[in-house]
């Protein structure tokens, strides 16, 4: 059975700091693309971050860019999001999401998401 369960969400004050983490199990996770998204209220979700499988790098919504850092600790099977500066806009429920695509199948997980508040 494949879990995903996020953690480490809150409320923080602007210009705080929050790590969140996505820990996994029933999937090879160092094969998998880790994916960070967002869901603010009443709006759509939307990407936040990604880390490729194999060492092949991340990369950023650029509403995120240099606030935020994605990392993954494979022998953890832990996917991690580092967030700095947090703004107001910044609020919303995060997900976590894996990712394998093969030529004949894809295998697409999702967390149950942890909420982020950001507030003074």
């Known amino acids: 059975q494949v879990q995903l369960v996020e953690s480490g969400g809150g409320l923080v004050q602007p210009g705080g700091s929050l790590r969140l983490s996505c820990v996994a199990s029933g999937i090879p996770f160092s094969t998998y ?8 209220p009443g709006k759509e979700r939307e990407l936040v971050g990604r880390s490729f499988s194999a060492g092949s790098g991340e990369n950023y919504a650029d509403s995120v ?15 991690y999001l580092q967030m700095n500066s947090l703004k107001p806009d910044d609020t919303a429920v995060y997900y976590c999401n894996a990712l394998w695509t093969g030529s004949w199948r894809t295998y697409d997980y ?6 982020v ?3 003074s």
């Open 33 to 40: 693309t880790m994916t960070w998204y967002r869901q603010a």
């Open 65 to 79: 860019k240099g606030r935020f850092t994605i990392s993954r600790d494979n022998a953890k099977n832990t996917l």
């Open 117 to 119: 508040t950001v507030s």
């Open 110 to 115: 999702w967390g149950q998401g942890t909420p």
